[in-house]
Structure formats: C-alpha cells, structure tokens
C-alpha cells in the first residue's frame, strides 16, 4: 500500500515539474520582460513588408533635481543661500514675516513670490549662490591667494562666499520689487476700497523688503573692498532697471513684446550680448528688436544672465584668474541663466489645459515665437494694454500648443544647455565641474 501511494506521488510530481520549470523560467524571464516592455518599438517591418528584428530605444536616463543640488551643497561645503537660519532669525526678517501674515488670502504678487523663495523647488533663486561657488571652486585660486583668506575645507574664498550670498539678495529683492502691483483707477484693485488697502500694504511691505535686500547687499558688496567686482555687481543692477524700459507695458506694468513688423532688421552676425572685453558697456538694445529670439535673449540676459554672468565672472577676480578664465564664466552663468529661462517659460505649455488663475509672460518665449509664426494674435495682446483681464490666455495658451512656439522654446534651451556644457571644458575636471554638468542635465530634464 505504501508502495502504491509512493508511485501515485511520484506520477503527479512529474506532472507538476513541467509546470513548475515554465513558472521558474517565467518569473527568471520577467525583468527582462518588463524592461522590454518599457522601450518603445521604432520599426518592426523591412522594406518588402516582412518581419524583422524589432529595433528599440532606451529612453535616456533622467537626472534628479533634488539629488544634484544636494550633491553640489555637499562639495562646496554646506547650503550657501542667503536664506539660512541666521538670516530667518535676525529682527528685520522676523518683522517682515509678521508683515507678510497680514496679506495671507490677499491676492497680492508678493505672497506666490515668497512661496517661491521658502519653498525649495525648481524655481527657487537659492541656486544662484550655490552656482557662484561652484563655478569658483571649479577655476581655483591663484597661488598669491593668502591663506587668511582661504575656507580650505570647501575650497573657495572667504570673498566669494560673500558674493553669493550678495548675487542672491540683488536677485531676490529684484524679484521682490517686481511683485509691486501698479495701482490704476481704472483696475479693480484701484476701485474696491478692500481691495485697494491689501495691495497698497503689500506693495509697501514689497517696496521696504526689496530696498532692505539692495542696500543689505550693497553694503556686503564695499566690504568685499575690491573696486572692480563693485563695478562689475552694480552694472548687473543697472541692467536690471534697462530690462524694465524695453518695449511698451500694460497699466500693470507687465511688458509687452513689439509689434510684428515693426523692426525688421537682419540677426545679429555675432549675437545678443555686452562688449566681450568691456561687460559694463550697455547692450545695444535697439539693434535687436523685432526678431524674436535676440529680442529674448536681449530682455533676458538684462533681466537675469547679466547678473549670474558678472557674479561669475567677479568670483574668478577675486581668486587673481586670468581675464579669458573670467570672460569663460561669464559666458558660462549668461547661457545657464538664458536655458533656465527657457525651462521656466516653457513650463505653463507642459498641460494640454491652463490651469486655473495661472497666467505666463506675454514677452516669454513661446509667445515671441507664436507671434513670428501668427503675428495675428498681436490684436489679442492689444487689448491687454488697458488690463490684464482683457486677454483671454486660454484661447492664446491653445494656440501656442497648435503652431510650433513650444518646439523652438525647447531647441532654445537646448542650444544655451549645450553653450553653458560647451564652456564649461575650459574648466579643470574636477567634482566641483562635474557638479555643474549634473545641475544642467537635471535642468532640462525638469
């Protein structure tokens, strides 16, 4: 009977082994399943109609934002920005906090700009610093450096510390200054008296916290006691303000681009840029208007480039460079400042649908590029010079995702990627240049 028993077990193992070795090679085959599955197909036919081998493409690998900045905190010693808790606890910030409380389910432009800067996310302007000293690190110092002024652990300059932290302040209080609302009579805000009170009080609070910032940074900037990077920042400044006289604006002040057929003169031979040999010489701006992608660049290297581009470019002084290493990175914080740009004006065309109460910069690029391609739409823009409500941006936010706009914004940022890459092999290779390429990458994969 045992015998019997054994035979039947015997019999009905051998008819689960086949089974059980299609399970094992199933569950051994299901990576490669699975990362077959993930690639996409590009051709799966020969010319004369007859199956081939399936010819894939693995997506290439994407960079984390988070990750990189990390990573580049970690080389350059601990996080650089402005922002820190000596910052947050000093009286002048708690008081602007306690401020800020007031204007909370107010409709002013100064909260979305403080959300902005508290939060840490791509937007943020904590990086600018975080580049400066990267940069630095990556070009060294002169050996005639003393050591006094050496932090050896982080391999950067006492100096340039400062100066990122100075870069951060002038850029914020930009920012800051920008969120001030221009209040007309005949805007809502100018005829509601509630209304009215919380915008004025935010473009006070708005106005003092900006000026606090400038003259904070001004006063960081003498104590630097280097005549020549005080020229270089301060003409980043004045750049600042030009940014804000090009073209027409709106009651609200928000800039409108020039109307198609105005300017036609040819490209620039050489691009949109300051004298390579004099950056403090002010940009030739009228050469530049009614092409679309100069008039971009010109708008935005005033606007941000010139800024990353001098503070670079006047870290390298500090640390006794040659003026071609310095002249390198200027070029390098001019192209990674426009192809940022580029990313973030890219970023409200991502969804199919505009989000509700979002709007984008009616001078941004993929409107520049729309106008090129419908200079039509210019009638619709028209209307916004009396107020803002009068533009329907969902109807211009769909026609910007039919033309072409989005794709040459996107070939935009990648051809100021590949510039900044491009400069940065006139770097030494080193962990803090490898940093840099790490934050690009994770950039535009953004």
Partial sequence: ?????????????????????????????????????????????????KHASPQVTTPPPRHDWNRAVSEAERIVGYPTSFLSLRWLLSDEIANVALHLRKLVGSAHPLMKTAKHLLYNGKNTMQAWGLIVLLVSKA????????????DKSAGVLHSQRALAEVTEMIRIS??????????????????????????????????????????????????????????????????????????????????????????????????????????????????????????????????????????????????????ELQRHAYRFGKHLALAWQACLDAEPFQCPQLPLDVTFSLVSAPVLFHLEHDPGMYSQLEAGKQSVDNIDYDKIHKAILAGPALTKTKELQRKHTAAALAVLQHFPATDARQALENIILAMQDL
């Fill in 174 to 323: 930009h920012l800051v200054h920008n969120s001030v609302v221009n209040l007309q009579s005949s805007t809502q805000a100018g005829q509601d008296v509630d209304t009215y009170d919380d915008m004025s009080f935010g473009n006070k609070i708005g106005l003092l916290t900006g000026d606090y910032l400038l003259g904070h940074s001004s006063a960081e900037l003498a104590n630097l006691r280097n005549q020549e990077v005080v020229e270089l920042i301060s003409s980043a400044v004045r750049d600042f303000s030009e940014s804000e006289f090009i073209g027409e604006r709106d009651e609200q002040n928000n800039p409108l681009p020039y109307k198609p057929g105005t300017f036609q003169r040819p490209s620039l031979s050489v691009g949109v840029d300051f004298n390579e040999h004099d950056v403090m010489t002010p940009m030739p701006i009228a050469q530049v208007l009614g092409n679309p992608e100069e008039e971009w660049e010109c708008r935005n290297i005033l606007n941000a480039g010139s800024l990353l581009g001098k503070s670079c470019q006047a870290s390298l002084k500090l640390a006794g460079q040659s003026e």
């Fill in 139 to 150: 070009a060294g110092h002169a050996p005639s450096v003393p050591d006094v002024e050496q």
């Fill in 1 to 49: 009977m045992y015998r019997s028993s054994g035979l039947r077990i015997m019999q009905q193992l051998r008819r689960r082994i086949p089974a059980d070795m299609q399970a094992v090679q199933m569950v051994r085959a299901a990576p490669a399943l699975q990362t077959f599955t993930s690639q996409r197909w590009t051709s799966t036919t020969t010319v004369s109609g």
